[in-house]
Every structure is written in C-alpha cells, then in structure tokens.
C-alpha cells in the first residue's frame, strides 16, 4: 500500500516537520486493564525499513497473531507532528508480516517511523511500540556511505551467544551508513544446524537451535523460519531499526546452486525443483522490504536512485538463468542466459539514461572467479565464468555489456558482489583479456558477513581480471567459524564535493584491510 503526504504539509512554517500533526492518536488505544504484556500482541522480530529513496522508502515488521500495523512517521525523534497511517493486514496467509511504502517525504532528511500491532479480535488491544529510522537520499550532493556484503547463517554457522552473534553486523552498524546492500544469501534454506559444533583448537560453537533449521527447508513456513531465525539475533535488529537494506537473492535462499536443472540431493522430499523455488521467492518477499514492480510483482532486479551522485543497479541473477551446464554455448541462447535478454536490456537502457556520477551494479555473482557446480569433480558453471579463453556460454552476456558500455560512453561503472566467501578487489583491464572490447573498471568482492569462510576461487582471464588484494583462508582452512575472526564486508564512501569514490574492505573487527581512492571520470 502507497501512503502519500500532502504537498501542501512540506511548505509548512515549521520548515522540516512537514507531516500532519497525529501523534497522540494511538495513545488513546492504550489499555490500562491489561496487566501482563503477554496479553497483548508481540512484534515478533524487529522492524526494517529497504529500498529507500529521495521520496521516502518501505518499513517493514511482523506481529505474532492476526493484527493491524499501525505507523506512526515523522521527521523528528520526539514524534511531534507525526501521521499516523492507515493500518495494514498482517494475516496469517503472509505469516503477519505487513510493510508500508511511505512517498512524498523530504529528500536528505532523518525519518522516524514508530510501529504497534492492533489485535483484529480486540481492537482496543495494541502491543507495545517499535521504533526505527532511515534517511532519505539526498537531492544534494552531500557525502554518501553505505556497505555491502553477503552470506548469512551458511555451513551450519548459526547465532552462537558466547560470540557474540552476528557481531559484523553489529560493526557495520558503528559506521552510520546509509543503507546496506545485501549481496544475497540471506539465508542457508538447504543448511542444516546442529546444537554444538566442535572447532578445530577443541572449543565449542553453540547454536541457538528452532526445529525448522533441523533439517532443509521444503515446506514455505521452513522457508520463512530460516529467515525468521536471523531476526532473532540481537545485532542484526539493532541494525535493521536503523539501516535500510537493499535486498537481492541468490542460490541459498532455494538451495545450494540452484537453477532449472537442478537436482536435488537425498535431504529433500520435495523434489520439484520449481516449486522449491516458488516457495523460497515468496518467503522472501514477504520477509523483506523491497518495493514491487508494478509491472512484474515479485521482481528483485529493480534501480535505487540514492543521490546526485549515485545509482544502483540491483541485479536477479537465479530468476532467469538456464541450467548449470558446461557453459561453453559459442552463441547466446536461452542454454546460456544468466540475466536474460530482459533483464540484460533493462540494465543497459538503465545505465544509458543514468546522470548519476557513480553507477554500482550489485552483483551477487563475481565476474571472473570460477564456481562449479559440482565442486567435487570440478564440473559444471554456476557462475559466469567458465575458464581462461574468448567469451561463451554465460559470458556471452558480460562481454555484451562491457561492450555496450564502451560504445555508448558510460562512465564511473563498478561491480559490488559477494558469494565466495572471502573478500576481494579485482581490476579489469582489455591488455591483459581475451575479450578486449571494454574500458577499464573495477569490481570489489566481500562477504561472508556471518557464515563458514572459504576461498581462494581460481580465476578466469575472458575479460582480465588482476587481483589487487584479497583475504581468504589458507591451504586446508577451508569452512572457518565467525569465530576464526574472516568475516569481512566492504565499505564505501562518495564524497559530496568532490564526487570521490572510496572502497575498504573490513573484517568484522572493523579492521581496513585495503582501501582504494576512484577519481569519477567526466561523462
């Protein structure tokens, strides 16, 4: 549901303070007769607020029986002149969770959102208020922070108390930034958890356990419960009160590397495939708060415009693809899509038309590290590389692009991506790639923000990568705890006067392990 604020409210006297006075309304809901809290209804996990813009952005949370959210916004911390928004359903057939796009509100300005629940069988029973904030994007250019990584609860690393939790979280969150980019693997759907697990110097790693997480997702309430289960980690809601996220999937939302062919191990009951995926995709968007394309409900790959000075391009890279094959088609065809023709068009039309100085393409894939699809035997793409060599299969669709960004003179590209567990910063260069028709550009590699660390992945030549830096465990390391201390998420800054572009990359200890200064080019 869309909820305007009058035109006419922003050009009052009180110059910020723009929404119509209300905040005392829910007020009078209270209900002094109750005297245990039980009584009333819970906000189970959290509030979020995604997919924020200059005009406002999407708040989001989830009550524990059938109610009505109830929002109060403003623009001030106190609440005063707050509106309060007409309720939204939260029902059974979305598992009670309810979110809200919110238009028309001032650009660069500090948003606060209160949030309670009202009981649809007692309507004068309303639960206790949850409060969150985000910032709108600028209409100026004022400097602009945000963070990304991906890879959350994976190889059986869930919410272990003695560590802390999801501690990256919580150190992304001393940074302030505007929003986070999540790079997809937001859950471990097919991942499996056990109450303890023994680490390697003899110490014991200790899950918070939920029944669903005991065996793979198949049913759509295990799809939401593994989404669920990361809500209850304490770091992960403070964060989520205060930094929007901007959302995209990958593989293990469904299940390990999936695509059309998949084929499911002996875990799973369920066999269909497509099915699976139906379930996962709607556990997602219910669990999330993205801001649904008119014309394709459900869609992930959509533009945030956040500023003057950039545009992110958030891509679907599981949607569309064809299966995971050799990957070796000499022709573009539906074998070898990975974005698909659509989505390949809308990406190009969109970074055509963009007057944004920096243009991110969030990536949940990287370009040029290869990942089998059977790892065991080395066989198989689910990525877009394939081996050293001229452009096929699934590359066919990158090297259509760097050349249609060459040729049309688009400037200030970059890659943001995740999904191999170890972080990375990759250059690329035509003198030293087999496929030579594209400018130089940069992409940026980071994650896990709480799962088992993996990497190094073997790189491809096609489009001539060179590793300036990377972190990843050594030889026999594979799979290390949160704990083993290689959680990394990157972190980027543009500053406002300048239109400067600086990449770090951090560990979850908050410490720089390499940065990079970009200078935009003119166009």
């Keep these: 549901m869309t909820i305007e604020v009058p035109h006419k409210a922003l050009r009052k006297p009180s110059r910020r303070h723009f929404l119509f006075t209300g905040a005392g309304a829910l007020g009078v809901m209270a209900m002094p007769h109750l005297s245990r809290a039980a009584d009333r209804p819970q906000i189970s996990h959290g509030v979020q607020s995604g997919d924020v813009g200059a005009d406002g952005g999407v708040v989001w949370a989830r ?86 990584g991906g890879d959350v609860a994976g190889q059986g690393w869930g919410i272990n108390p003695d560590d802390g939790g999801m501690r990256t979280f919580a150190t992304m969150h001393k940074h302030r930034p505007d929003f986070l980019i999540h790079s997809g693997d937001t859950i471990y759907a097919d991942g499996v958890f056990s109450p303890e697990v023994k680490l390697p110097d003899g110490k014991i790693w200790n899950n918070v356990m939920i029944a669903e997480k005991e065996k793979v997702a198949e049913t759509l309430d295990e799809f939401r419960a593994a989404h669920k289960y990361n809500f209850l980690d304490h770091n992960v809601r403070a964060f989520n009160a205060e930094v929007p996220i901007f959302v995209q999937w990958d593989d293990h939302e469904v299940t390990n590397n999936w695509s059309p062919s998949k084929q499911l191990p002996a875990a799973y009951r369920e066999r269909n495939i497509a099915l699976l995926a139906a379930r996962a995709a709607r556990a997602f968007h219910e669990m999330y708060p993205i801001r649904d394309s008119l014309n394709e409900p459900g869609r992930v790959y959509r533009t945030l ?30 074998d070898s899509y990975f974005l698909g023709p659509d989505q390949l068009a809308w990406l190009k039309r969109g970074l055509l038309n963009s007057r944004a100085t920096w243009k991110v393409i969030a990536s949940d894939m990287p370009l040029s590290l290869i990942v089998y699809d059977d790892a065991a035997n080395k066989q198989g793409s689910e990525a877009f590389a394939q081996g050293d060599g001229p452009p096929r299969g699934r590359e066919l669709e990158i090297a259509d692009l760097l050349r249609f960004i060459k040729t049309s003179d688009i400037a200030n590209t970059l890659w943001l991506t995740a999904d191999v567990h170890y972080t990375a910063a990759h250059y690329y260069t035509p003198d030293k790639a087999q496929f030579q028709d594209f400018e130089p550009f940069w992409e940026f590699v980071s994650g896990p923000l709480h799962a088992g660390t993996f990497g190094p992945n073997q790189i491809d030549n096609t489009f001539g990568p060179e590793v300036r830096f990377i972190k990843a465990p050594g030889p026999g390391q594979q799979n290390l705890s949160p704990s083993a201390g290689m959680q990394f998420f990157g972190h980027v800054k543009i500053d406002g006067a300048s239109g400067q572009l600086t990449v770090t990359l951090r560990d979850r200890d908050d410490a720089a392990l390499w940065s990079t200064t970009l200078d935009p080019k003119p166009g």
């Design 305 to 334: 415009s956040y500023g003057p000075h950039l545009e992110i391009f958030m891509l679907d890279e599981r949607s569309y693809r064809g299966p995971n094959g050799p990957n070796l088609q000499t022709a573009y065809g539906p």
């Design 63 to 148: 009550a524990d029986r059938p109610s009505q959210m109830l929002v109060e916004v403003a623009t001030s911390e106190s609440f005063r002149d707050a509106r309060v928004l007409p309720p939204i359903a939260a029902v059974p057939e979305s598992d009670f969770t309810a979110n809200i796009l919110l238009e028309n509100l001032p650009a660069g300005q500090d948003i606060f959102y209160r949030i309670r629940f009202r009981d649809l069988s007692h309507i004068n029973i309303v639960s206790e208020p949850a409060i969150g904030r985000f910032r709108t994007a600028p209409a100026d250019r004022r400097d602009v922070s945000f963070v990304w």
